[in-house]
């Protein structure tokens, strides 16, 4: 299974943009890049998912490097319900499971 | 909007018994999942269901547990004898097809404590 990696966690004031890394710079090239979230207590959550293109949907925007072995979910005006883990999760199209790491804990501050 | 329900929210059992777990997917998804997350650790892939049988299946999933979707609505989890290393959350997942375009919607979980 390709690997990624974030940091373990990050901080973000109340209405600032934050912007979570991941690095996969083993991604084939069927592979999608998928973010979930998990907020305390709950299940996990989908966020967005893109190939190649940069992505936006109404919970966040995805930009996706050209080599694509990076990727970062940008958050444009955190609030205190993002408080959650955010895993990035690649998705070959030869499998249909979710292989979760540890993601990035993101604290919101008011 | 629609949501994955499941049921009960929490389990009690002693060690050694079978437990059920019940999952209601998305009424018009097709692909059918199961993950756990021990307490502090990382979610983990269980089982994925299509067509009435297994697709894919972990390590984790082995002959003490089975799924079945009974009818047309409903899909379980069964642990035939329960172990403490089974306590966990356990999420039931679906998703409307196969392909890595669509995303898996997940319930809020199940929380089984074996004692």
């Known amino acids: 299974d390709a690997k990624t990696t974030q940091p373990n966690s990050m901080e973000s004031n109340e209405e600032e943009p934050v912007h979570l890394p991941c690095n996969h710079s083993t991604i084939s090239g069927t592979d999608y890049i998928h973010w979930y979230r998990q907020l305390p207590s709950q299940g996990p959550e989908y966020v967005i998912h893109g190939l190649t293109s940069n992505v936006n949907n109404r919970m966040a925007s995805l930009a996706i490097a050209e080599d694509r072995k990076s990727s970062t979910l940008i958050l444009h005006r955190a609030t205190l319900r993002d408080a959650a883990v955010y895993y990035c999760i690649l998705h070959p199209y030869n499998t249909d499971k979710l292989i979760f790491g540890t993601g990035t804990r993101l604290q919101v501050f008011p | ?115």
């Open chain 2, 1 to 115: 909007e629609p949501e994955v329900t499941q049921t009960p929210s929490h389990q009690v059992t002693q060690m050694g018994q079978e437990v059920i777990l019940r999952c209601v997917p998305i009424s018009n998804h097709l692909y059918f999942y199961w993950y756990r997350q021990i307490l502090g650790q990382k979610v983990e892939f269980l089982v994925s269901f299509y067509n009435n049988e297994i697709s894919e299946k972990s390590e984790i999933f082995d002959d003490q547990f089975s799924v079945e979707r009974p009818d047309g609505s409903n899909f379980t989890l069964k642990i035939r004898s329960t172990k403490l290393e089974d306590s966990a959350m356990y999420f039931c997942a679906s998703k409307l097809a196969g392909n890595p375009f669509y995303e898996q919607y997940f319930g809020p979980g199940t929380r089984l404590t074996v004692t």
